[in-house]
């Protein structure tokens, strides 16, 4: 892989961020800038979620090992920009009242399955350091890190009672195909890896 891939990666990571602060400053956002910056944070969110998934079927139908390299990067701008989505909603839906925000988790349900995968996501980001892998053990931090699929599920979930209310599920179609075919594509390959009972039989 060529030594510009990951600067590369990390600036068009950046650029979302970048945008919509210029946007916010320049009054840009439209009639509800506020609502405008959760949203578009929590689309970013699940961009790079679907980026981080399609490393695998990509790296796997290219032919392109090295692309394995360029996931914990995507991985930990999920982290990032879910982040900002959290902390937007609590700053300026809630004006950083903690003890409303918890009320307001308890009782919403689409919020409290986005605090789920976020917490996941935290858990990832938290051990995706080199170090935090050799003293995991490589096996733990595979299945600490397949949350992801729990990510993906919780995030389209959040994404569908969020626009429960307007009625308006065209998009959270799109991102809820793209998602159950990266994870069928995975279901598939596991189970055409996995020998039938007759491969496994000794032969006599």
Known sequence: MHWTA?????????LPAI???WSAVNDQLGANPAEALIRS???????????????TPVRTWA???????MRRMAGLFVFFYASLHLLAYAW??????????????????????GVMAWVLLLSMAATSFDRVIRAMGAQRWR???RSVYAVAALA?????????????????AVYAAILTSLLGWRVWRSFMRTPSPAAKRPSR
Not at 6 to 14: D, I
Not at 63 to 69: I, K, M, S
Not at 95 to 111: Q, T
């Open 63 to 69: 032919g392109w090992p090295a692309l394995a390299r």
């Open 6 to 14: 990951k600067p590369l990666l990390f600036a068009g990571g950046c």
């Open 41 to 55: 944070l929590g689309d970013w969110s699940l961009r790079f979620l679907v980026i981080v998934l399609l490393v």
């Open 156 to 172: 389209v979930l959040h994404f569908f009672w969020m626009r429960s209310g307007k009625n308006d599920f065209a998009e959270v």
């Open 92 to 113: 300026f839906d809630m004006e950083f009242v903690w003890g409303a925000v918890v009320d307001d988790v308890l009782k919403r349900p689409f919020i409290l399955v």
């Open 19 to 21: 945008w919509l602060i």
């Open 143 to 145: 299945w600490l890190h």
